[in-house]
């Protein structure tokens, strides 16, 4: 007799009992994390939720109501695959402070099938380049040297200069053929009329200035 009364006490508690099952997800700061809990057959259309630890009401961070729809509440979305009987709840912009332990919960009347889930979140791997260029290096691809362009003052002193040098070049030409012509013409004028006379510049082979004829 009371073997069945014990029986009687305890078929409440066993009819409240949550299974539950441990899964172990890992992930990297500022990165998302996918938590994919399976639930069997018969579950398909009771709503499932995340949760974290102690999984009170107020706890719950993301609940799908409609099966095949995803919702999304901040970092936090969940979808129902009935097809592959999987809930999964996605954690996006992790950071340290997400590591901790969560529930995947089938809503159902009674107590709750919960099933704990452990999320591990590490920082960031730093990125280091493979190839450091050496500073000098790159300071000198960097420099940019401007070609040297003259300015309108340099052009005109430059046009200045030429000027000046062809007028030198005329003014000495002048200078020194005018009288050199002179004293040949004198020098005809008094060797005679009547004799033949060819006066001519210095070697007097093709350089011929007057001939008395």
Request: overall charge positive.
């Amino acid at each position: 007799m009371k073997f069945y009364l014990m029986i009687l006490l305890y078929l409440p508690v066993l009819s409240c009992y949550a299974k539950r099952s441990n899964i172990g997800e890992h992930g990297n700061e500022g990165g998302s994390l996918d938590i994919k809990c399976s639930y069997p057959d018969g579950y398909q259309y009771k709503p499932k939720y995340l949760c974290r630890h102690p999984c009170s009401y107020s706890d719950v961070l993301i609940r799908s109501v409609k099966v095949d729809t995803f919702v999304t509440v901040g970092r936090f979305s969940g979808y129902d695959n009935i097809h592959g009987h999987t809930f999964i709840a996605t954690i996006k912009n992790l950071n340290l402070q997400d590591s901790g332990l969560y529930y995947c919960g089938l809503d159902q009347w009674g107590r709750d099938v919960l099933t704990k889930v452990d999320v591990s979140v590490s920082k960031a791997p730093l990125v280091t380049s493979l190839f450091t260029p050496d500073k000098k290096d790159t300071t000198q691809t960097n420099r940019y040297v401007s070609p040297e362009v003259p300015t309108f003052t340099q052009v005109d002193i430059t046009l200045n200069s030429l000027k000046n040098k062809l007028l030198l070049s005329n003014y000495c030409f002048i200078l020194i053929n005018v009288p050199f012509m002179f004293c040949m013409l004198l020098l005809c004028h008094f060797n005679g009329a009547m004799q033949k006379v060819t006066c001519c510049r210095l070697g007097c082979r093709t350089n011929i200035l007057i001939d008395s004829d």
